[in-house]
């Protein structure tokens, strides 16, 4: 069922339901509505200065509208001729994520408030421009419209591996540089794919393409992937329990890295790879077969992707903020 949004009348029912201590959920049953919907009603337009922030109707609705024509606004910028309509149309070209776009420009123009435009006018403004156009094959997923992920499950036994639980706490508090997390990008059946490592603080990204899914072949082109990283960066790797792990003690060895396994089915104790391997989708989708993509196509997306704004940064890139440590010189 597609989404409507409340209606004048609903927020009056809202506001003296609520007044009269009317419960959520209780008001979502009233009107049909979900209770989450209720909740972010009530939460987002609060008035602070009556009587301990008590939600009104007539302020509430005022504030929808003026939400609404602000984000019709950001559309026709975009739809304009105008410095900042090219700018987001040449920003979505080079791959940059509409909040990575929003938070930049609010950098680059923080004294004038026509020059800014927020992430949701963005990703509006694509869903809403012509499939032929293309557009929405700029956005990470490259889909028309949002969508719930799946999660995909592994399952093997690797002699000698140490659980995530006896990880060091200090990595769960990203604190500091030196602990990765670990993945492959996985193309056709058979057709190669990438070993992928990303440094959890900075996000720096190290990727190489892999012919085949064995652990010799995996642990060889992970040796060759940190060829470069200095030791201080080299504390520890965690990865999923897939096959390609099997040889870690290698990989141990020759980089003075202690490797952890996270727990069967529990991909987002690895957020930081998954999330980056998402990224990786941008550019190689799957099914890729990765036998055809060369070496210096994978090093050029690595470069995009490390030289990317991120919000978790502060809107810096992961090749600035590994930059800044003393005595670490990248090749970027």
């Known amino acids: 069922m597609p ?27 009233k009107l049909g509505r979900s209770p989450g919907t209720i909740s972010r009603e009530l939460k987002r337009n609060r008035n602070p200065e009556y009587l301990g922030g008590q939600y009104l ?54 004294g004038d408030a026509n020059m800014r435009i927020t992430h949701e006018a963005i990703y509006q403004w694509v869903y809403r421009q012509d499939a032929s156009d293309g557009w929405y094959q700029y956005l990470r997923r490259g889909r028309k419209a949002r969508r719930r992920r799946g999660i995909r499950r592994k399952r093997c036994r690797i002699v000698g591996r140490v659980g995530i639980e006896e990880r060091p706490k200090a990595v769960d508090k990203r604190a500091r540089f030196g602990d990765w997390e670990s993945d492959t990008v996985v193309g056709s059946r058979g057709r190669g794919g ?22 010799e072949t995996f642990a060889r082109r992970t040796l060759a992937g940190f060829d470069g990283i200095p030791q201080k960066l080299c504390r520890t790797m965690t990865c999923d329990n897939g096959t390609e792990f099997a040889t870690f003690k290698r990989i141990e060895d020759r ?37 055809t993509v060369s070496h210096h196509e994978v090093a ?13 940064l502060n809107y810096r890139t992961p090749a600035e903020v590994l ?9 970027n």
Request: proline letters at 4%.
């Open 300 to 312: 050029r997306v690595v470069r995009i992707l490390n030289n990317r704004p991120r919000k978790c």
């Open 3 to 29: 989404y409507l949004h409340l209606s004048e009348q609903e927020r009056y029912s809202i506001c003296y339901m609520n007044m009269s201590g009317w419960s959520i959920r209780k008001i979502a049953r």
């Open 194 to 215: 990438l070993a992928t490592h990303v440094e959890r603080k900075s996000r720096y990204l190290i990727a190489r393409r892999i012919d085949d899914k064995r652990a």
């Open 57 to 110: 109707y007539d302020q509430a609705q005022r504030r929808a509208d003026e939400r609404r024509q602000a984000a019709n606004r950001g559309h026709r910028k975009i739809d304009s001729l105008t410095d900042l309509g090219e700018y987001v149309r040449d920003a979505l070209s080079l791959g940059w994520s509409p909040e990575q776009i929003s938070a930049r420009r609010a950098v680059d123009h923080s």
């Open 255 to 291: 980089l003075g890295i202690k490797v952890y396994f996270a727990d069967p089915y529990a991909p987002w104790q690895r957020g930081t790879n998954e999330n980056t391997n998402g990224l990786l989708r941008e550019f190689f989708p799957k099914g890729t077969d990765f036998k």
């Open 323 to 331: 930059s800044d440590i003393p005595g670490v010189a990248l090749r």
